[in-house]
């Protein structure tokens, strides 16, 4: 063994494994608030000003004043911000009498914003200014040992630095204030190790700077890698310090200043892992070092950092390589927020969200605009995200004085989680870049430092570019937004080669954007090989539920963005993005078989677990109860696919027997998952392989009386038995139905969703039982072909023609929605699609009750009852008249009575020209827009529908109760 304490200064060299079984010295924490919103301690408080100010009284810590009733709740750049809004609050503790001789530091992990602090009636130290940040002082020569301590802090609202102000409080954001993250104690000895950097690659090499606080000459480190487990993973190694004292900067050895700028001498300890798990977002495989600060043979503290080997690069005018393969970053912006705390959180939430972007098959996060909590990212190391951490600046950056201090006390906390990637430096024009080259004074990494929006450092990041213009971006063309000329235009000063990855893009808002139009935009970036993927705006609807109302309040429109809801309710657009960024893609064949593309970039797809079912989906006529799995099992692979390879053919799954073609013969589908090595699903496709028969030809016992028709001069009248069906003479339309003197209001259809029609011609004869109703007419609309059957069916076949370009087309009919109760169907679901957001649904039987829900704007019900539904093939409205079941024909859609939207002055693009029905039946549907974006700009899925001439289609109708 080669001893550690005949190691030339700063030099590293080995030291037996297993050396660290003896007790050491570790860092104590004791917590003066809660640690989370869900565990809180009360302390005294006091707000200057607002609702609930000028007396004395508890408040919960964690958590934001404002949240909690008092003082002002404001909105970015709201009139009523309350600039002078201070928060006072007052707390007593006792400090363990152990702790005596140790060095203790106080610690707030997140204040908003100015803060200043007293323990005992003495200050801590200067104000801290930042309210993303974590900050610590010295109150080792302050705090009384075991006795009562009292800690006193006056928190300003407002920065007394403007360019604070301007990076974090004039911000597209809820403003809040307080105490919102935990305070605590640590105590520490006297000399101890302050912090580490990490620098571990995939080949196992291993470079760490240890940074000692009042280290002596003579001391030294080891280190042991171990597993989470505590196993040791290689050998042990250690260096000799020298003289840690040298070159020290006022304010490391006890001053209150920890977080002033520069760097603190480091060792540099190197070590080698042979054939370490690496670490990715699809394999996340953790180690932890241990790290002693030794004096003599005595261990005077140890300190333990978890991190992961991996090696990420960019290679310019290429893309993004993790390990040596080539990442595609499928990644979502995401704020910190909950809607009944604010940016107090938990870490219930943090696994909640992260769960939630892997479950819609996303691999990177975007911190939005500040640095998160430590605990979101200690998750995102230990189940798998890509993460760019963002220095706050939404539109203006930090004065450098202020940013340095601020970038160091970032980086510094975050500098070892695998999971980042990148450093971000504020965001839309407010990044500053006398900055950037103070994160790589604290990153022995050397992450690049992005600017988002902006072209810098070898990335094109710009956001929201049209669909024309992204592609020009993808081609690695320095395409950008001006905005001083408000155009995008490419940057004709500099070359080509750019890497793509638009840090935001595809601008949710309401039920806009987000899903709808990203099929084309991520067809479109995968085909050129210098786009990187990108990041949707944003995760959640940011809607606070304000104390004062207990309503939720999205602030207009601008917090309604998110693909799910305040509290995670899983939108439209989740699913057409689960689906589209699913890493397995499977494919039916002709014969039988099934195509696998694997577009992992690190999980072979053998280590796959593929199972299918043979399902059968219900007739309106039959029982629920029915039994819906016929068969399943496991699929196999023929070849042997690896990552590299991509493809593989699955043997082919029995597709069960077609069964009796009677009335009853239901729909079989063949459902495909596919799991991937952990045991998430990441896909599930279902393949029709026999067409159910929707006549509804056994609803009632058998009639024999013919039909009877009976004219008036304005109407003619149509029965059958107990049901009768009035016709209008001057328009043809269906406007009064009759079941045993029950009336239903399906009326006033069909009429066109687009084009006109004059009738001219109306007749109607007997067809052995049946009665026949013909209409004729000028315009679009050309024939329309009434059948009343005996047993009461009604059977409706329509012919029109379109040409030009249309918002919808097909044909509608009028119900009053204050009499619909619920719906069910059998098609694709539970969500409704629009023309540039298709994907997402799953071909079954779905049901749900009414609801009035406008996405992110009210009602907050989900899935949204009203809309349109594609490939439906039976629906049944349950109604106050009774019950309304409606099979199409040759009709890819279906509109269930007509969705609202927002305002006008609130919607932006998120809406689409629907036309107003209570069923429609329809050949094509709009597209809708994003938030600053017109669907047209969106892709081929976002442009009108363009009329291909003559169009059919065929509804059958049964009105009241459905008999097995």
Known sequence: MISPLRLPSLVVGLVMAGSFTAPATETQRFYLSGRDKDNTVPWRFFCTSGANSGVWTNLPVPSHWDMQGFGTLTYKKDATNAWNERGLYEHDFAVPADWTGKRVFLVFEGVMTDTSAKLNGESVGPTHQGGFYRFKYEVTKLVKFGATNRLEVDVARHSANESVNLAERLADYWVFAGIYRPVYLEAVPQSFIERVAIDARADGSFAMDVFANRAAEGDFVEAQVLTLEGKAVGEAFAGKGGDWSAGLRPGTNGDNDTNAPGRRPALRLNARVPSPLQWTAETPNLYQVEVRLKRGGDTIHVHRERFGFRTFEVRDGDGLYLNGRKIILKGVNRHSFWPDSGRCLSGAVHRLDIETIKAMNGNAVRMAHYPPDKEFLDLCDALGLYVLNELAGWHNHYDTPTGTRLVEAMVTRDVNHPSILFWNNGNEGGSNPELDK????????????????????????????????????????????????????????????????????????????AGAGLADYWSMMLRHSNCAGGFIWVFADEAVKRPDTGELDSAGNQAPDGIVGPYREREGSFYAIQQLWSPIQVRRETDGTFTVENQHSFTDVRECRFTWELRSLPHPLGRRSQKEVLEGGHLEFEGSPTPDGGRARLVAAPAGSPGPKEFLAAERVLVVAAQNPAGREVGRWTFPVQSGRYDLSGTRSKRVAPVQASATRNALRVRAGQQAFTFDKSSGHLVRVEVGGQGFSLTNGPRLAAGSAKLVGFQHQREGFDQVVRTTHEGALKTVVWRVMPDGRLHCHFTYTATGTNDALGVLFDYPEQFVRRKRWLGEGPYRVWKNRLGGGTLGVWENDYNNTITGHSGWVYPEFKGCFANVRWLQLETIEGLITVVPENLPFVQVLTPEFPPTNLVGHACANLPKAGLGFLHAIPPIGSKFKPASTTGPQGQPNLGQGEYSGTVNFHFGKLLD
């Open 438 to 513: 103070v994160f790589h004074q604290f990153d022995p990494q050397r992450r690049r430092v992005l600017h988002p929006w902006a072209l810098h450092a070898g990335i094109n990041t710009a956001h929201y570019l049209m669909f024309t213009n992204a592609e020009v971006a993808a081609r690695g063309a320095p395409m950008y937004w001006h905005p001083k000329d408000k155009v995008e235009k490419v940057d004709t000063n500099l070359p080509n080669g750019w890497i793509y990855l638009p840090t935001e893009f595809m601008h949710g808002l309401y039920d806009g954007g």
